[in-house]
């Protein structure tokens, strides 16, 4: 496994600046709810790290990606392309660092949840949503939620996902409803 400067240096030079910030910022918290919920930071903070990697990646080039490397594409994720970065991020680190396997489900799942998260995905779908560079009408309430209950803190993000998108006529995967249904039993 390569380690976070030389990460850094690649994602500097393949991710916008924003980008580049929001997984710097997302490191940074994934670091924090670690500590909190005493699992590996140096993991969680690769994992956070790279979230993003096949982000931003064109619409068409997200596709032959996904055909090149035999990534199933759900309906959903083919009219709402942005979905895909998860799988392929999950694959990009899999091939170039040798990211274990719950680091890579930990990137394929931070976009819609999964009903079969560990504790490493919750925190990189958590800490990707509340990083210090967010700023969303909740904000401060889900930050403090997270370090109370990760799981109640999925639901509330994963529902309010949920209302905007059906709000704006987008597509509602239906990993995010299978998980908030799995975390509510």
């Known amino acids: 496994m390569k380690d976070i400067e030389e990460i850094k240096k690649y994602l500097k030079i393949i991710l ?9 910022a997302t490191m940074k918290m994934a670091i924090k709810l670690a500590k909190k919920y005493n699992i590996d930071t140096q993991k969680a903070a690769l994992t956070a790290l790279t979230h993003d990697i096949g982000k931003e990646l064109a619409y068409e080039e997200k596709l032959k990606y996904a055909k090149d490397k035999n990534i199933e594409i759900d309906e959903i994720e083919r009219k709402s392309p ?3 970065h998860g799988k392929i991020g999950a694959n990009i680190v899999k091939e170039k660092y040798a990211f274990s396997k719950d680091m ?21 779908f958590v800490a990707d949503k509340i990083e210090e560079t967010r700023d969303y009408e909740d904000v401060e309430k889900v930050r403090k939620l997270a370090f109370e209950d990760i799981n109640k803190c999925i639901i509330y993000i994963l529902n309010y996902n949920i209302k905007a998108n059906t709000k704006n006529g987008k597509l509602v995967h239906e990993n995010s409803i299978l998980t908030i249904e799995k975390l509510k039993r």
């Open 104 to 124: 890579q489900d930990a990137i394929k799942y931070h976009t819609t949840g999964h009903p079969n998260m560990d504790l490493l995905a919750k925190i990189i």
């Open 82 to 84: 942005g979905l895909l």
């Open 16 to 24: 916008s600046e924003k980008r580049y910030l929001h997984s710097i």
